[in-house]
């Protein structure tokens, strides 16, 4: 398989409404995380990190010079990768002792990286899956249901939406009704665990809350964005067969 170089690693978008999309090209869509970048008056927002085999803020200028709150929409290893590269980390308290000393079992990444097929082209370096490791990152903000994060001109309030992990978050900005979903909510096929009748429990109780938000726009940790009519069409689908 073809080795990636540091700079081609990262690809960016802008898009509407002051955000810059970030994403790892040559991670296999189903895996590759969403990174976005809201730029704020007084400070800026980074919503989840990728998954770190290479410099986030060497590669992205924008990430950098800054102040900017690097938050966690959840700890799978594809969301948190860069986290230790940020001064200001947040993350919901269900997590934090996972951002805090991540491993590869308590954050999938023994699931998902013990081999090279999650890419298309292949990190650079002297990449090996096995080797591949998170580094700490404590929060040194908790984002339970209900805080806000500010970035001076725009508020973003918290929603804490269990289902997928337990400390699973997203950020939703009432004036303009725009959400950040993390992996609650996206428009692919949805990871989650069937059997599991007790996280079933709570994310068709994560997406019921969902169902009655006003939403414009949803940014999800996977596939492109949507728009609020195609978000309740996705969450219409799982509670047909999950909500009995």
């Given at each position: 398989?073809?080795?990636?170089?540091?700079?081609?690693?990262?690809?960016?978008?802008t898009?509407?409404?002051?955000?810059?999309?970030?994403?790892?090209?040559?991670?296999?869509?189903?895996?590759r995380?969403?990174?976005?970048?809201?730029?704020?008056?007084?400070?800026?927002?980074?919503?989840?990190?990728?998954?770190?085999?290479?410099?986030?803020?060497?590669?992205?200028?924008?990430?950098?010079?800054?102040?900017?709150?690097?938050?966690?929409?959840?700890?799978?290893?594809?969301?948190?990768?860069?986290?230790?590269?940020?001064?200001?980390?947040?993350?919901?308290?269900?997590?934090?002792?996972?951002?805090?000393?991540?491993?590869?079992?308590?954050?999938?990444?023994?699931?998902?990286?013990?081999?090279?097929?999650?890419?298309t082209?292949?990190?650079?370096?002297?990449?090996?899956?096995?080797?591949?490791?998170?580094?700490p990152?404590?929060?040194?903000?908790?984002?339970?249901?209900?805080?806000?994060?500010?970035?001076?001109?725009?508020?973003?309030?918290?929603?804490?939406?269990?289902?997928?992990?337990?400390?699973?978050?997203?950020?939703?900005?009432?004036?303009?009704?725009?959400?950040?979903?993390?992996?609650?909510?996206?428009?692919?096929?949805?990871?989650?665990?069937?059997?599991?009748?007790?996280?079933?429990?709570?994310?068709?109780?994560?997406?019921?809350?969902?169902?009655?938000?006003?939403?414009?726009?949803?940014?999800?940790?996977?596939?492109?964005?949507?728009?609020?009519?195609?978000?309740?069409?996705?969450i219409?689908?799982?509670?047909?067969?999950?909500?009995?």
């Amino acid at each position: 398989m073809q080795i990636a170089t540091a700079e081609t690693w990262y690809e960016t978008r802008t898009l509407a409404d002051g955000v810059t999309w970030v994403f790892e090209p040559h991670i296999k869509e189903y895996y590759r995380c969403n990174i976005w970048h809201v730029r704020g008056r007084d400070r800026d927002l980074l919503i989840d990190s990728g998954m770190g085999v290479v410099s986030l803020r060497g590669q992205i200028p924008a990430l950098s010079g800054r102040p900017l709150l690097a938050v966690a929409s959840h700890t799978h290893f594809d969301h948190i990768g860069t986290h230790h590269e940020f001064a200001e980390r947040a993350v919901h308290p269900a997590e934090a002792e996972i951002l805090a000393h991540p491993s590869r079992a308590n954050t999938v990444a023994d699931k998902y990286v013990a081999d090279n097929a999650i890419f298309t082209q292949l990190p650079p370096g002297d990449w090996q899956p096995l080797r591949y490791e998170i580094p700490p990152a404590p929060p040194t903000q908790l984002l339970s249901e209900g805080s806000r994060v500010d970035t001076g001109d725009r508020s973003f309030e918290v929603f804490h939406l269990p289902g997928h992990s337990p400390g699973s978050i997203a950020l939703y900005e009432r004036a303009t009704e725009i959400l950040f979903a993390g992996d609650v909510i996206y428009d692919g096929p949805l990871a989650y665990d069937a059997e599991n009748r007790a996280e079933m429990q709570e994310y068709v109780a994560s997406m019921k809350r969902l169902h009655e938000l006003p939403v414009r726009v949803v940014h999800g940790g996977h596939y492109p964005s949507c728009d609020g009519d195609r978000m309740q069409l996705i969450i219409r689908g799982f509670l047909d067969q999950f909500d009995r």
